[in-house]
């Protein structure tokens, strides 16, 4: 049985998350999507809040759990006995991101992998801070996210 981690702030969770997640999911057995927490990264949403997004969109997918997690990757990784940690890629400043971070994982866990997804085309430009901004201007969001979840998220940034 193939374990995948979807690691991820997911500050909100996106249609390009639930694109990679579907596509992970289809190529593993038990995908975790691992929502962050982390003090010292500002974000808009509260942890149960991104975790709530998060099932919304992923709902009916079999093999998907949500969860948070606190501290460093590769203990999380170990803890689920992971085989590959996931990642979306949207250009190549993001390849170089998370090639570097997963040199790094390696070095703290030998076993460590990482499995790197460019994001379909027609997703390729948005991003939870694309989300954010849009939403903090009052406009619609509902192309780049559940649409369920637009009212949510727009409440969150009224001004």
Do not use: Q
């Amino acid at each position: 049985m193939k374990t995948f981690i979807y690691p991820g702030t997911f500050d909100p969770f996106t249609n390009g998350h639930t694109d990679i997640a579907r596509r992970a999911i289809s190529i593993c057995d038990k995908l975790y999507v691992a929502v962050l927490t982390n003090s010292t990264k500002k974000t808009s949403f509260s942890v149960d809040e991104r975790i709530y997004m998060a099932k919304r969109s992923l709902e009916g997918i079999p093999g998907i759990e949500v969860e948070s997690f606190r501290g460093l990757l590769v203990d999380y990784f170990k803890l689920k006995n992971a085989d590959a940690v996931v990642r979306g890629l949207r250009s190549e400043s993001d390849f170089r991101y998370e090639a570097e971070l997963t040199a790094a994982n390696k070095l703290l866990c030998p076993d460590f992998e990482a499995v790197l997804m460019p994001c379909r085309m027609d997703l390729a430009f948005t991003s939870s801070t694309i989300v954010r901004e849009v939403a903090s201007y009052g406009g619609d969001v509902s192309g780049m996210i559940l649409p369920e979840l637009a009212p949510m998220i727009l409440d969150k940034f009224k001004r």
